[in-house]
């Protein structure tokens, strides 16, 4: 995907550089706020740029 690709929320995704798999929960222009569990099961939440996000099935 690029950052020109129409994210969704609820769209799982993963950074471009590898890590958790995360699921879009608010879509902006240009970035995506997304949700993922840590390693010790605490949700996490943070804003990336579309275009180090890719989607994951």
């Known amino acids: 995907m690029s950052s020109k690709e129409d994210f969704k929320i609820g769209q799982s995704v993963i950074l471009n550089s590898g890590g958790p798999a995360m699921?879009?929960?608010e879509v902006y222009e240009d970035f995506c706020k997304?949700?993922?569990f840590d390693v010790n099961s605490?949700?996490?939440?943070?804003?990336?740029n579309?275009?180090?996000i890719t989607g994951y099935n």
């Open 23 to 25: 699921t879009i929960v």
């Open 34 to 36: 997304c949700g993922w």
């Open 42 to 48: 605490h949700f996490q939440i943070s804003e990336f």
């Open 50 to 52: 579309k275009s180090i």
